[in-house]
């Protein structure tokens, strides 16, 4: 199963959520765990009718955590960030 990493942020008490390889999917919660459940549920939505910029549908396979490494964007995103796996489709 395809794991995408989710970047959760700790800005002034809130909980910011956003997937490097799922552009425009964010999501956010008052605490990490809140922030954690409203991700899976975040890219579970998002993998049932996701739109990609270039138009083409359903989400894109993940980068791996290797490739993402060497993504300056991703480094700076992940600066001081948790970084969480979500696989999906998500197991039950």
């Known amino acids: 199963m395809p794991l995408y990493i989710a970047v959760?942020?700790?800005?002034?008490?809130?909980?910011?959520?956003?997937?490097?390889?799922?552009?425009?999917?964010?999501?956010?919660?008052?605490?990490?765990?809140?922030?954690?459940?409203?991700?899976?549920?975040?890219?579970?939505?998002?993998?049932?009718?996701w739109t990609n910029p270039d138009g083409s549908k359903g989400l894109k396979p993940p980068r791996s955590f290797d490739e993402l490494q060497n993504d300056p964007a991703f480094v700076a995103l992940a600066d001081g960030a948790t970084l969480v796996?979500?696989?999906w489709p998500v197991a039950d």
Request: no cysteine; net charge negative; aromatic share 6%.
């Open 85 to 87: 796996e979500i696989e």
């Open 8 to 49: 959760i942020r700790n800005t002034a008490g809130h909980f910011h959520v956003s997937f490097p390889d799922v552009p425009g999917l964010v999501t956010a919660g008052d605490d990490y765990d809140e922030a954690l459940d409203e991700a899976i549920e975040a890219l579970e939505a998002a993998g049932e009718d």
